[in-house]
């Protein structure tokens, strides 16, 4: 069926470096999209969307880029932090749905 | 911003037994509430929704009678493991939505451990 999926299940990184999420999708009819940041045992937490009518995105410290051609979605985090150190799911709605469909999660590990 | 708390954040409980995991809206009304379940190291499976006033819609493969959701209020639902068993064990997460808005807001999570 259709899916989200991540590339990478794991991602190390030095402190102050730029990371790059990948994240590809399948279902073609997916019109928002949403990053979230999941720490060790606590719940999701929202960090920044994307509708499908546009291709980048850009938060505090976070890019959203929206390639729709190849169905492929990443998040870019600049200068990256320790505290940054959690999963990081992709989700999509499509069809008016406000149901998101979770990818699979990628582990970031920032080393100080 | 928006918060949605969860009650208990960790239980164990006796195999047999049932337990009941809150999850509230604390500064907008709720209309529609969802519960994941999570496994380590995996993603988040949608099991119900749930929208005030009216029976949880189940995805495919997760039991309505075992997992007994009930949204009573626009700012309370509530999800009642029963009859637990260990390999009900897990990370139960619910979240939120507002009437208006695409945003969804996550509680912080229930763990449950049935011994």
């Known amino acids: 069926g259709e899916s989200v999926g991540l590339h990478l299940p794991t991602l190390s990184v030095q402190e102050g470096d730029n990371s790059i999420i990948n994240c590809a999708y399948s279902?073609?009819?997916?019109?928002?999209f949403i990053w979230y940041k999941q720490e060790s045992g606590k719940g999701p937490q929202f960090i920044i969307d994307?509708?499908?009518?546009?291709d980048k995105r850009q938060g505090q410290r976070v890019t959203v880029l929206l390639n729709k051609t190849v169905k492929h979605l990443s998040l870019q985090i600049a200068a990256t932090q320790p505290g940054d150190s959690a999963v990081y799911f992709c989700?999509?709605?499509?069809?008016?749905?406000?149901?998101?469909?979770f990818g699979r999660g990628t582990s970031l590990i920032v080393h100080p | 911003g928006a918060v949605v708390s969860q009650h208990p954040s960790r239980v164990i409980c006796k195999s047999g037994t049932s337990v009941k995991i809150e999850c509230r809206s604390l500064?907008?009304?709720?209309?529609?509430m969802f519960w994941y379940r999570q496994f380590p190291k995996k993603s988040l499976m949608l099991m119900a929704t749930?929208?005030?006033?009216?029976?949880?819609?189940?995805e495919q493969g997760v039991e309505k009678d075992k997992f007994l959701i009930n949204h009573a209020s626009l700012t309370l639902s509530t999800l009642t493991v029963t009859s637990a068993h260990p390999e009900d064990s897990s990370f139960y997460i619910c979240?939120?939505?507002?009437?208006?808005?695409?945003?969804?807001?996550f509680g912080e999570g229930s763990w449950l451990t049935v011994v």
């Open positions: 994307i509708r499908s009518n546009m």
């Open positions: 279902n073609s009819a997916s019109d928002y």
């Open positions: 989700a999509e709605r499509s069809g008016g749905s406000y149901i998101p469909t």
């Open positions: 749930s929208n005030e006033g009216s029976k949880a819609t189940y």
């Open positions: 500064d907008f009304q709720a209309t529609t």
């Open positions: 979240s939120a939505k507002a009437g208006r808005g695409n945003t969804i807001y």
